[in-house]
C-alpha cells in the first residue's frame, strides 16, 4: 500500500490515506499480529508534529461520531480522548521514570551497566538500543492516558528523518493507550544517500548478528 501512496504524493496528490489489510512476515506477541488492518496516511509539505494533531484530531472524531461518547474502558481503565494528548520525547520520560539519561553514555558498555543497574539484564548492542529497552520495561506499561511518545533513536528508524537538533534521534513517534503501543509515525526520509547509508549500517548489523 506504501508504494501507491507515495505514487500519488509524487503525482501531486499531498493528501492520501489508505484503509487496508497488511500482511508483515515479522515476530508475533501479545500486542503484534503479522496481519492486521491499518490507517496508513501520507501528507506532503508536513513533518511528524502534524500527524501528531492529526493522529489526536482523528481519534477524537471519531469516538465522538461513531460512539458518541469520548471516555472508553481499556483494559481495566477509563481512557478519556477529549482531553489534550501527552507529548514527550523517549529519552525524558526515561530520565524522568529512573533517574537515568541515556543521552550521556557515551559507550554500549556504560549504557548496559546503567540498565543492569535498573534490573534490566539484557545487553543492548548500543547505547540508543539501551534506551529503548529501559523504555519498553519502565515506562511503557505506565502510559494509560493517550500519549505520543517521541524522537526514537535513528537505529531502529531507517525510514524517517533525523531531527535537526539530535541526529541520534529520528522524527517519529508511537502512541501509547493503556499501556499498549497502538501506532507509529514519522517524517519520510526522503535524502536518497542517507537513506542507503542508513539501510548499510542497519545490514552490517544484522550480518554481524549472524557472524557474517
Excluded at 504524493?9 to 493528501?15: E, F, H, N, P, S
Excluded at 529501559?134 to 524517517?160: K, N, R, W, Y
Excluded at 542508513?198 to 550480518?207: D, F, G, L, N
Aim: charged share 25%; with cysteine; net charge negative.
Amino acid at each position: 500500500h506504501e508504494l501507491y501512496l507515495k505514487r500519488l504524493i509524487a503525482a501531486g496528490y499531498d493528501k492520501v490515506y489508505t484503509i487496508g489489510r497488511y500482511f508483515r512476515n515479522e515476530g508475533i506477541d501479545r500486542s503484534h499480529h503479522p496481519e492486521f488492518s491499518m490507517v496508513e496516511t501520507m501528507t506532503a509539505y508536513e513533518n511528524y508534529e502534524y500527524n501528531m494533531n492529526l493522529i489526536e484530531d482523528m481519534f477524537r472524531h471519531v469516538a465522538v461520531t461513531a460512539f458518541g461518547r469520548t471516555e472508553f474502558n481499556v483494559r481495566g481503565h477509563v481512557i478519556d480522548f477529549s482531553r489534550p494528548w501527552r507529548r514527550v520525547a523517549m529519552a525524558d520520560a526515561v530520565q524522568a521514570k529512573t533517574g537515568v539519561d541515556f543521552r550521556a553514555c557515551q559507550t554500549a558498555e556504560e549504557a548496559n551497566a546503567r540498565l543492569a543497574a535498573l534490573g534490566i539484564n539484557e545487553p543492548q548492542p548500543s547505547v540508543c538500543e539501551s534506551l529503548v529497552r529501559a523504555f519498553e520495561v519502565t515506562v511503557e506499561p505506565e502510559l494509560i492516558q493517550p500519549t505520543l511518545v517521541f524522537g526514537h533513536p535513528v537505529e531502529i528508524s531507517p525510514l524517517a528523518k533525523p531531527m535537526a537538533e539530535d541526529p541520534r534521534f529520528a522524527e517519529r513517534f508511537e502512541i501509547f493507550i493503556a499501556g499498549m503501543e497502538c501506532g507509529d509515525n514519522w517524517s519520510e526520509q526522503n535524502d536518497p544517500v542517507h537513506l542507503l547509508e542508513t539501510w548499510r549500517r542497519a545490514y552490517r548489523a544484522e550480518e554481524r548478528d549472524q557472524g557474517k
